[in-house]
Structures are given as structure tokens and as C-alpha cells.
């Protein structure tokens, strides 16, 4: 494997980390298992010895690897990496350490699927509220979402309390479900730019649809997150099937 196969826009260190992650959860590096050495890894990716570090580096952050002297690079854990993401729950971000910012909150003409979506006229005028998230420091998703242009004079709140708090206690707005599509798309170039990624390098798109309690749309959102840090977990739950009622066949025999 070299740098030609890996994905332009996402930096190599990432996705060479990401390769050996995947190796030890499945198994190939055991516990106290020391890994392959440091020039093995320059040779089998084509990169230098400062990216492999950089990689190895990520890992030993994440509590997956250690280094001693005269000893090399063993696995140490067995914990979930911290820079990836896994939910059970909606919102997205809430079972992350991950820090919000505000990045604009403006008044702007509804494109058409919003538009229809809430059920405006096309152009109409809507509140769009865009934040960005970090984690460790690093970005990790762009979230766009367009509300009713009502909204707007809580502008000054965003910052400070959750949407959904304003949401239900300055506009008596019940909420009652949110409806995910989760599809791999490419980052548009105001996303790629946010994101720190190539243009059309590959994002994590979740579009949530929000309702109220009475059935009401009143929130479009779109969730853009890096490919290469985000891990979405869905949980189901399965009902036993159900058992046909049984076939009377002396009634069946009279019906003949």
C-alpha cells in the first residue's frame, strides 16, 4: 500500500492511523503485542518517518499504544478511540466532549427543498444557524440548520443555551421526533474549507428532519462530518415475529 492509494484531502497521517486502528480491533496486534517497526511502516505506506510518527502518535493519544526505549511500539488497550464517534442518540454530538461554535446566524431566502420542507413559499425568508464542532482541538462537523424566520430575535442565545432549550421555552416549540438520513457524500467547498479537507473529499452527511408534537416540520438540518473521525452506531431493537393465525381446514373444506 502507498500514498497513491489513499484518499486526497484527508491527511495521510489520519488515514494511515486509521489502517492501524482497524488492525488491532480485529485482532491482528494483541495485547503487549509489539507492532511492526517504524521503517516496516515507511515501506509498506511509501511515506516518511515523521508521518508514520504522527500516526502512531494519534494512537498512543487515544490510550491504544505505548513506546519504551530498547522495547518499540506494543498495544496497551483495549479502549474505543477518542477521536471517533459513537451514538446511540440524537442530537449527533451528545455523547462527545466536543466543543460548539458559532459561526453565522442570518436571515436568508429558503432554497427549495427547505422551503418545502416547513412548508414557506419558495425564497422565503428563514433563519440559518451554522456551527461549527471541534474535537481535541481539530474540527469535526459543520451544522447547518434553517428554522423559522421567527427565531431570529433569540439570535443573541445561541451561544450561550441549546436550540432545543430556546426552542421549547421561549417559543413554546414541543418537539417530539427528529428523522436521520445518514448517506457518504463529497464536501462541497464551503464545507471542505470549514472542515479543513479537499474539495469533494468524502464527508459524513446526516440530514435530520424535525417535527413537533403535533406533526408540524420545524427544523431542516445538515450535518457535515469528517469521513475520516466520525463512527455513526445505530441501535434496533427486534420484536418476535408474528404467528399466523392456523388455517380451519374443515371450514376451508366446506367453503369448496
Not at 29 to 37: C, V
Request: proline share 5%; hydrophobic share 40%; charged share 25%.
Amino acid at each position: 500500500m502507498s500514498t497513491q492509494f489513499l484518499s486526497a484531502g484527508v491527511p495521510v497521517y489520519h488515514q494511515i492511523a486509521q489502517v492501524l486502528r482497524r488492525r488491532i480491533e480485529a485482532g491482528e496486534w494483541g495485547q503487549g503485542n509489539q507492532l511492526a517497526t517504524e521503517q516496516t511502516l515507511c515501506r509498506e505506506f511509501g511515506v516518511s518517518r515523521t508521518t508514520v510518527r504522527h500516526a502512531l502518535s494519534l494512537l498512543k493519544r487515544e490510550g491504544l499504544l505505548s513506546s519504551q526505549r530498547g522495547v518499540g511500539t506494543r498495544r496497551v488497550g483495549e479502549a474505543r478511540p477518542s477521536k471517533y464517534v459513537s451514538n446511540l442518540s440524537d442530537p449527533l454530538h451528545a455523547t462527545l466532549d466536543s466543543r460548539p461554535t458559532i459561526v453565522s446566524v442570518e436571515l436568508v431566502g429558503a432554497k427549495p427543498a427547505v422551503a418545502a420542507f416547513l412548508q414557506l413559499r419558495e425564497g422565503a425568508q428563514v433563519l440559518k444557524l451554522v456551527r461549527m464542532n471541534y474535537l481535541d482541538g481539530e474540527p469535526l462537523s459543520v451544522v447547518e440548520s434553517y428554522l423559522p424566520e421567527a427565531m431570529y430575535r433569540a439570535a443573541d442565545e445561541f451561544a450561550h443555551r441549546s436550540l432545543h432549550d430556546i426552542m421549547w421555552n421561549d417559543f413554546d416549540l414541543r418537539i417530539a421526533k427528529s428523522i436521520h438520513t445518514v448517506v457518504v457524500g463529497r464536501a462541497e467547498p464551503h464545507v471542505a474549507e470549514m472542515l479543513g479537507i479537499g474539495l469533494g473529499a468524502p464527508v459524513m452527511h446526516v440530514r435530520a428532519n424535525t417535527y413537533l408534537q403535533d406533526g408540524r416540520p420545524i427544523r431542516w438540518t445538515d450535518n457535515y462530518f469528517r469521513e475520516d473521525r466520525y463512527q455513526y452506531t445505530a441501535e434496533f431493537f427486534w420484536s418476535p415475529p408474528e404467528i399466523p393465525d392456523p388455517v380451519d381446514e374443515s371450514s376451508e373444506g366446506q367453503k369448496s
